[in-house]
């Protein structure tokens, strides 16, 4: 398999996602409540992207709670994205001359795909919409990437939304007298993401989308933010459903407001807010990874969401959660020494684990890859399964041109098959039908609510997506149960 890099410096811009439409090609009009859009007619989908939701996060708006955009005049442009919020460097996996390779605060914008719009009353239609936030750990990544496009998706019949937002220290910063009213204020990507639900429900029914029917799914940070989201009393009823891949996050705890504001002081010592404000964006990225995660702000977040979840708080909508099955290729390369993964793991623990797992802790490193996985991915989501009645999942293929160099599914690789996007043609036979399984089984659960499995609860199984996808018990039960009663903060 060509490396993407070299795919994509070589693909041609009659390409949906080319920077350019192609001269000559079709536009289609489309005037929402926000204003006139002009997008591009694609072969069975039409694209709107870089639409601006909110208003510039910028001077005094930055780490400010996201503000209406301004009304704009005639038909705004949107053949293209816009630049992708303000990281380290430019995002991966776009195609060569994206705008999505540029790197601003003004960044609020969102994209669509709709099943071609025919002449028909668009308005009277009711297509769901699903609405994706992409992962990078809340410090990087783009809805630009190559893997993300919906046009996929918008063939089989539904909308596809992908959005930016505010990421690292400018999305998930606090810093005391941020908030209004007195009142402390933090995560400001999560706002972002409220932000861009509301824009959809009052305007995705000009493309032809069911404002009622909006599942939100998103993978690694984009999971995460979906959780937190479930978590929200901010977001309730601006969507219907729910898809968790990869949120990782582990047991927890997370941190509170006031853990991040101490951070904030320690980093920033000496600088008032004013100073902040005035500092450039491109140094204050710089502390991107201080500032990574959701934190507790008793506003957006009042707990933690394996708390609410605990509780019975979240957003009683039908979700899908899951993980993939080689999850610690997050940890690099190794040996890896399964005493430093958990501190909270005692030698006797560490023991009854090893025997647990049986021939997959084969040596130290695949042992500390399972309890990586285990404790940060699959016990937090079959924790959230089991509190939310919801459909469980593992992702265990690795495509056929890798399968002789990678062992299990990593982290992420997922993400094409949901979305059927891929650099090359030469796909086996075995690909396109994980494929079709889990990216049928996605967009299933966006029209009907129901995936094509029982819920963890009904039959205390999951879906195993590998080369022969279907319901199985999950695996690693033993070792799952001691990791939860060692782990979890809410024992």
């Given at each position: 398999?060509?490396p993407l890099?070299l795919?994509l410096?070589?693909?041609?811009?009659?390409?949906?996602?080319c920077?350019?439409p192609?001269?000559g090609?079709?536009?289609?009009?489309?005037v929402?409540?926000?204003?006139?859009?002009s997008?591009?007619?694609?072969?069975g989908?039409?694209?709107?992207?870089?639409i601006?939701?909110?208003a510039?996060?910028i001077?005094?708006?930055?780490?400010?709670?996201?503000?209406?955009?301004?009304?704009?005049?005639g038909?705004?442009?949107?053949?293209?994205?816009g630049p992708?919020c303000?990281?380290p460097?430019?995002?991966?996996h776009?195609?060569?001359g994206?705008p999505?390779?540029?790197?601003?605060?003004?960044?609020?914008?969102?994209?669509?795909?709709?099943?071609?719009l025919s002449?028909?009353?668009?308005?009277?239609?009711?297509?769901?919409v699903?609405?994706w936030?992409?992962?990078?750990?809340?410090?990087?990544g783009?809805?630009?990437d190559?893997?993300m496009?919906?046009?996929?998706?918008?063939?089989?019949?539904?909308i596809?939304?992908s959005?930016?937002?505010?990421?690292?220290?400018?999305?998930?910063?606090?810093?005391?007298?941020l908030?209004?009213g007195?009142?402390?204020?933090?995560?400001?990507?999560?706002?972002?993401?409220v932000?861009?639900?509301?824009?959809?429900?009052?305007?995705i029914?000009a493309?032809?989308?069911?404002?009622?029917?909006?599942t939100?799914f998103?993978?690694?940070?984009?999971g995460?933010?979906?959780?937190?989201?479930l978590?929200?009393?901010a977001?309730?009823?601006?969507f219907a459903?729910?898809?968790?891949?990869?949120a990782?996050?582990?047991?927890g705890?997370?941190?509170?407001?006031?853990?991040?504001?101490k951070?904030?002081?320690?980093?920033?010592?000496?600088?008032?807010l004013?100073?902040?404000?005035?500092?450039p964006?491109a140094?204050?990225?710089?502390?991107n990874d201080d500032?990574a995660?959701p934190?507790v702000?008793?506003?957006?977040?009042?707990?933690?969401?394996l708390?609410?979840?605990?509780?019975g708080?979240?957003?009683?909508?039908?979700?899908?959660i899951?993980t993939?099955?080689?999850e610690?290729s997050?940890?690099?390369p190794?040996?890896l020494?399964?005493?430093?993964?958990?501190?909270?793991?005692?030698?006797?623990?560490l023991?009854?684990?090893?025997?647990a797992?049986?021939?997959?802790a084969r040596?130290?490193?695949?042992?500390?890859?399972l309890l990586?996985?285990?404790?940060?991915f699959?016990?937090?989501a079959r924790?959230?399964?089991?509190h939310?009645?919801a459909?469980?999942?593992?992702f265990?293929?690795?495509?056929?041109?890798?399968q002789?160099?990678?062992?299990?599914?990593w982290?992420?690789?997922?993400?094409?098959?949901?979305?059927?996007?891929?650099?090359?043609?030469?796909?086996?036979?075995?690909?396109?039908?994980?494929?079709?399984?889990?990216?049928?089984?996605?967009?299933?659960?966006?029209k009907t609510?129901?995936?094509?499995w029982?819920t963890l609860g009904?039959?205390?199984q999951?879906?195993?997506?590998?080369?022969?996808?279907?319901?199985r018990?999950?695996d690693?039960?033993?070792a799952?149960?001691?990791?939860?009663?060692r782990?979890?903060p809410?024992k």
């Amino acid at each position: 398999m060509r490396p993407l890099a070299l795919f994509l410096a070589t693909i041609l811009c009659a390409t949906p996602a080319c920077a350019a439409p192609a001269p000559g090609a079709d536009h289609v009009r489309v005037v929402p409540s926000a204003g006139a859009v002009s997008g591009i007619r694609g072969d069975g989908f039409d694209s709107f992207k870089g639409i601006p939701y909110a208003a510039p996060p910028i001077g005094p708006l930055r780490w400010q709670k996201p503000q209406p955009a301004a009304k704009w005049q005639g038909d705004f442009d949107a053949s293209d994205f816009g630049p992708s919020c303000m990281q380290p460097s430019p995002p991966s996996h776009l195609v060569p001359g994206s705008p999505g390779l540029q790197l601003s605060e003004d960044c609020l914008k969102l994209n669509i795909w709709t099943p071609t719009l025919s002449s028909e009353k668009v308005a009277a239609k009711k297509t769901p919409v699903m609405v994706w936030i992409h992962g990078g750990g809340n410090v990087n990544g783009s809805p630009a990437d190559f893997f993300m496009d919906g046009q996929n998706l918008a063939k089989d019949g539904v909308i596809l939304i992908s959005i930016n937002y505010r990421l690292g220290v400018l999305g998930f910063f606090a810093f005391p007298g941020l908030g209004e009213g007195g009142k402390d204020t933090a995560n400001f990507g999560l706002w972002d993401q409220v932000a861009a639900l509301k824009w959809v429900r009052a305007n995705i029914a000009a493309f032809g989308g069911d404002p009622d029917n909006v599942t939100l799914f998103g993978e690694s940070a984009g999971g995460e933010d979906t959780l937190a989201l479930l978590a929200s009393p901010a977001a309730r009823g601006l969507f219907a459903r729910a898809i968790v891949e990869s949120a990782g996050g582990g047991w927890g705890p997370a941190a509170d407001i006031a853990d991040v504001q101490k951070t904030a002081a320690k980093l920033f010592a000496g600088k008032s807010l004013a100073d902040l404000r005035n500092l450039p964006a491109a140094d204050l990225i710089k502390q991107n990874d201080d500032f990574a995660d959701p934190a507790v702000d008793h506003d957006l977040l009042p707990e933690t969401p394996l708390a609410a979840f605990a509780d019975g708080s979240t957003s009683n909508v039908p979700l899908i959660i899951g993980t993939n099955s080689a999850e610690g290729s997050l940890m690099g390369p190794g040996p890896l020494d399964p005493a430093k993964v958990w501190d909270r793991l005692a030698p006797a623990d560490l023991a009854a684990l090893r025997t647990a797992y049986g021939d997959a802790a084969r040596d130290n490193d695949a042992f500390a890859r399972l309890l990586f996985r285990d404790g940060y991915f699959t016990g937090p989501a079959r924790f959230v399964a089991r509190h939310g009645n919801a459909w469980l999942y593992r992702f265990s293929y690795v495509l056929a041109p890798l399968q002789k160099r990678r062992a299990g599914a990593w982290h992420g690789t997922e993400v094409p098959f949901v979305f059927e996007r891929w650099p090359i043609d030469d796909l086996a036979a075995t690909d396109h039908r994980v494929e079709a399984a889990i990216h049928g089984a996605w967009i299933a659960f966006a029209k009907t609510g129901r995936p094509g499995w029982q819920t963890l609860g009904a039959t205390g199984q999951e879906m195993r997506f590998d080369a022969d996808p279907s319901p199985r018990k999950p695996d690693d039960q033993m070792a799952l149960d001691l990791l939860d009663s060692r782990l979890s903060p809410l024992k």
